[in-house]
């Protein structure tokens, strides 16, 4: 157990930096479906070979759906924001998702109402976004771009909106092939968006460098086969709200392997906000009802 909360812990914790080191040469929404459709067809043929039935119509619709809002709109945005946004930054603003689950949770699907924890976990979460923007940038100078900050967002509320959609989603009994055809058709619609931006025209294979293809590798075989494996196998162990934690260890462990192996900013304006939201993320997640799993938040998985 303890090998698996470190995968799930470092290892995610890792995919925002090799993220941007991928997106250095490879364009992001190509480089994204290629980790998702290599990861997936690998899952799915696993799934099979173990006597996983094969899926229905219904099934595929219902996986295609989450695949979208879960890949294609979250984690895609996270890797055309991380051309405009140090990895850290990213890591800390997919750690709002928990915020932004109770709140679609309590309004949109009739939730109980937030306990107090809980709601100081909100504001603290949402003072902690803005102490990251910070005040020259909501007084109008430029910091941070605001065109990665939005899009972040977009992506932590998408995460958020797939997460809970897949509680009641019609999905296969087995776990890796719902994964598999979750992956698959966020990697199509990836490459549809790919294709349409004129990323396929643009794309030299021989101008790529070594360490964007090791980038896609690592994500690929870590990030998205290894750690999501172990966060499914934890689910099976552990409480969720224990196997959740990794939503406020993630950003920790970006922030500081992009200081240590990308060169990037590590200031006080970063590490303030940082442990506003991480403490308004655990006083979400420990003020939940313990009889209700924890939704996933955002990774780049």
């Not at 991928?22 to 290629?34: K, N, Q």
């Not at 797939?162 to 009994?173: D, I, M, T, V």
Request: aromatic fraction near 10%; charged fraction near 10%; include cysteine.
């Amino acid at each position: 157990m303890i090998m698996a909360f470190a995968a799930v812990y470092v290892v995610w914790g890792s995919t925002y930096l090799a993220i941007r080191f991928g997106v250095e040469t490879i364009p992001p929404f190509m480089m994204a479906g290629m980790r998702f459709a290599t990861a997936g067809l690998l899952l799915y043929g696993w799934a099979r070979l173990r006597g996983a039935p094969p899926p229905s119509a219904r099934e595929w619709r219902s996986a295609a759906v989450i695949g979208i809002l879960l890949l294609f709109i979250a984690n895609g945005g996270v890797t055309w924001a991380e051309q405009r946004v140090p990895s850290g930054i990213a890591a800390i603003l997919a750690a709002t998702v928990p915020l932004w689950i109770v709140v679609l949770d309590w309004i949109l699907h009739g939730a109980a109402r937030p306990r107090p924890g809980v709601i100081i976990g909100l504001i603290a979460g949402f003072a902690g976004v803005l102490m990251l923007i910070g005040p020259d940038q909501l007084l109008g100078h430029k910091a941070l771009d605001m065109a990665g900050i939005g899009v972040l967002l977009i992506a932590s509320v998408s995460w958020a909106t797939g997460s809970l959609y897949s509680r009641k989603a019609l999905l296969p009994s087995s776990p890796l092939l719902a994964t598999s055809m979750e992956m698959l058709s966020g990697a199509a619609a990836l490459f549809l968006l790919s294709a349409v931006s004129g990323e396929f025209q643009r794309f030299d294979p021989a101008s790529v460098s070594t360490r964007s293809w090791l980038a896609v590798g690592y994500l690929c075989i870590f990030g998205s086969i290894i750690g999501f494996s172990a966060y499914v196998w934890l689910l099976r162990v552990a409480h969720a709200s224990r196997v959740a934690t990794y939503a406020y260890v993630n950003p920790v462990i970006a922030i500081f392997l992009g200081w240590s192996l990308a060169g990037e900013a590590l200031t006080l304006q970063m590490l303030l906000p940082a442990a506003v939201i991480i403490l308004a993320v655990v006083l979400i997640i420990t003020g939940q009802s313990g009889k209700r799993k924890a939704a996933a938040p955002l990774t780049s998985s």
